[in-house]
């Protein structure tokens, strides 16, 4: 499933934990932080395990069979 989300206009960076949430791929803020220290999270086809890493556009995310697309 491909998901885009898009920054908005003033904003240059998104958290991973907060794209996490607000995709509905996480319930919760502690959720969202388990996928990333479970190594269940990768960014641009890298395994990412900073909860804080700062999600830019153009910047894929893969977890739990979606890819996110960040705009």
Do not use: C, W
């Not at 388990?34 to 890493?53: C, H, P, Q, S, Y």
């Amino acid at each position: 499933m491909d998901i885009e989300f898009s920054l908005r206009e003033n904003e240059d960076y998104i958290p991973l934990i907060q794209l996490l949430k607000a995709v509905n791929i996480a319930s919760s803020g502690s959720q969202a932080q388990m996928m990333v220290i479970n190594g269940d999270v990768k960014l641009n086809n890298e395994t990412e395990f900073r909860k804080r890493a700062k999600i830019r556009r153009e910047d894929v995310v893969l977890a739990y069979g979606k890819k996110i697309t960040v705009k």
